[in-house]
């Protein structure tokens, strides 16, 4: 996940040193579905052909999550159960050795992916924005759980306990600096999984496949703490996942908020020190100032 370089410092501590970088890759998602009918003739039965989903730059780590997050957060499919295997293809680099860089997903017997395949998800970058959806009104119309429903309740002094214990276990961005972070918070408080990537969404995708491999989908009464910004797609994916609270360190952006609000979910900004900012949906958080 991290790669040693030599640099040049410069200014008033000018000289040589050693430092390490978060490592940046591609990562492409292939997704295969069994045939219905009988096996063609000529074809490997064990290894359907597959299209390719999207090509994202990620940290490597924790491929599979990635690869299932995305694909529930995309309204690709439902959750865990609709994926039969994931495995690294033996792709090569140019020395010849190994890069892990293609994941490929089989679809479980009679599952088909939930909408074509358009042209923004052929090739991403680690900060993608709207992956897949057109509209918040599209969003909304496709949600397979709403957060509105979700009666979760969180005291503000847990959310920002979950924010401390989130950096702590930020391994990489400790070494490098340059990496986002995404975690999920039970109601007990507990801090159940941290996440880090390149990409904010990435890290936010990693956990929600976490989600979708323990079979934990939809994420009613938890929070999603995201080390960013929140913009539209972060919401988009915290709504997607069914949590009732999303979290972060920075600011929202006006789609953000009209995400957040339409579809329930509770949106807070800037989690730091003791103070939060609620964008919308306030009453599941208690335990700041009035306005928080």
Request: aromatic residues 2%; contains cysteine.
């Amino acid at each position: 996940m991290t790669q040693r370089l030599k640099v040049q410092r410069v200014g008033d501590r000018s000289g040589t040193r050693i430092e390490s970088v978060a490592v940046e890759e591609p990562l492409e998602i292939r997704v295969a579905a069994l045939p219905t009918q009988g096996i063609p003739a000529g074809s490997n039965p064990l290894r359907p052909p597959s299209t390719t989903v999207t090509t994202t730059m990620r940290l490597p780590g924790d491929d599979f999550d990635l690869t299932l997050g995305h694909l529930v957060a995309e309204g690709l499919i439902g959750d865990g159960d609709d994926v039969a295997t994931m495995m690294h293809c033996t792709d090569t680099g140019p020395d010849g050795s190994p890069t892990f860089n293609v994941v490929e997903v089989t679809l479980a017997a009679g599952v088909s992916l939930r909408r074509p395949i358009t042209e923004r998800t052929e090739v991403a970058t680690s900060a993608c924005g709207v992956c897949g959806s057109t509209s918040v009104d599209d969003l909304l119309a496709a949600l397979p759980h709403s957060p509105s429903t979700d009666d979760a309740h969180f005291g503000l002094e847990a959310i920002h306990a979950g924010m401390a214990a989130m950096r702590l276990r930020q391994k990489v961005f400790e070494a490098t600096g340059g990496v986002h972070a995404a975690a999920l918070l039970d109601a007990r408080g507990e801090v159940l999984v941290v996440r880090e990537d390149i990409g904010r969404h990435n890290a936010v995708d990693k956990v929600i496949g976490w989600a979708a491999r323990e079979g934990r989908l939809p994420l009613r009464g938890h929070a999603l703490l995201v080390s960013s910004r929140a913009g539209f797609e972060i919401a988009q994916k915290a709504a997607v996942s069914g949590v009732p609270v999303l979290a972060c360190v920075s600011a929202a952006t006006s789609l953000a908020v009209e995400v957040a609000e339409r579809s329930g979910l509770t949106l807070l900004g800037f989690v730091r020190g003791e103070r939060a900012t609620a964008y919308s949906h306030p009453l599941r958080i208690s335990g700041g100032e009035p306005g928080l």
